[in-house]
């Protein structure tokens, strides 16, 4: 049923990047992707195909679908040029190796047949860079203990006031140890708190966010 109004899936795409056309024209559409916290999935990269493919082949696949991903989806030409920009970068540095990789080079030259690819699109109702952003692992919330039925905290702050590395810290650690007997606590950091999330901080917050 979700498929039906996206036109499906995309034909071009044998195998691969086929799912990430669908899901990125959904959020086009307005129709975002659902997270279900208690869902399982299990995922075998490449259980099917390598048994039939060589792994210098999935690769290739890979990369011109991606290729023709943006020239078929992306329908803000400013997105466009910069995603372009980036991934034709990215495979031009193998490409010019002393010794070259063969399926980058392969893949370069086969990217001036973009104009061909190109599939016109309607304006997105979501713009599409902050559709990137959101799936970009730029912006994360995830969950500390349960909420309780209490005023809400938020407690911003440069640096993780924990391990108690100076004055500073030391302070607001106790204030916020104090303020949980009465209070939830959310916590906006920056992104050293994704490298330091096993802290005290995270274990009595309701949510964190960087």
Same mark, same amino acid.
């Given at each position: ?6 036109? @499906?899936?995309? +034909? ?5 990047? +086929? ?5 990125? %024209? ?14 399982? #999935?299990?995922? %075998? ?28 989806? =992306? ?12 991934? =034709? ?8 190796? *002393? ?19 190109? !599939?016109?699109? @309607? *304006?997105?109702?979501?713009? +599409?860079? +902050? =559709? ?6 730029? #912006?994360?919330?995830?969950?500390? %203990?349960?909420? *309780? ?6 407690? #911003? ?22 303020? @949980? ?15 330091? %999330? ?8 309701? !949510?964190?966010?960087?």
């Amino acid at each position: 049923m979700a498929a039906g109004p996206l036109d @499906a899936m995309g +034909e071009a795409y044998q195998p691969y990047v +086929e799912d990430l056309d669908l899901g990125f %024209r959904g959020w086009q559409r307005g129709r975002p992707s659902v997270f279900v916290s208690g869902a399982r #999935v299990e995922h %075998r990269h490449r259980a099917t195909t390598s048994r039939y493919f060589s792994r210098e082949y999935l690769d290739r696949t890979l990369e011109l679908n991606y290729l023709r991903f943006l020239a078929r989806t =992306i329908a803000e030409p400013r997105v466009f040029r910069r995603l372009w920009s980036e991934a =034709i970068l990215r495979l031009n540095h193998p490409a010019a190796l *002393q010794e070259p990789n063969l399926t980058a080079a392969a893949i370069l030259g086969t990217a001036w047949r973009d104009p061909f690819w190109i !599939k016109r699109r @309607a *304006q997105p109702a979501i713009p +599409e860079d +902050e =559709i990137l952003a959101l799936g970009s692992g730029a #912006v994360v919330i995830a969950p500390g %203990r349960a909420a *309780q039925n209490r005023p809400v905290l938020l407690v #911003v702050s440069p640096y993780l006031p924990f391990p108690l590395a100076h004055g500073g810290a030391v302070r607001m650690y106790n204030l916020m140890r104090r303020a @949980a007997v009465d209070l939830t606590r959310c916590w906006w950091r920056s992104p050293e708190m994704r490298r330091r %999330r096993r802290s005290n901080c995270w274990r009595s917050a309701a !949510k964190l966010c960087w």
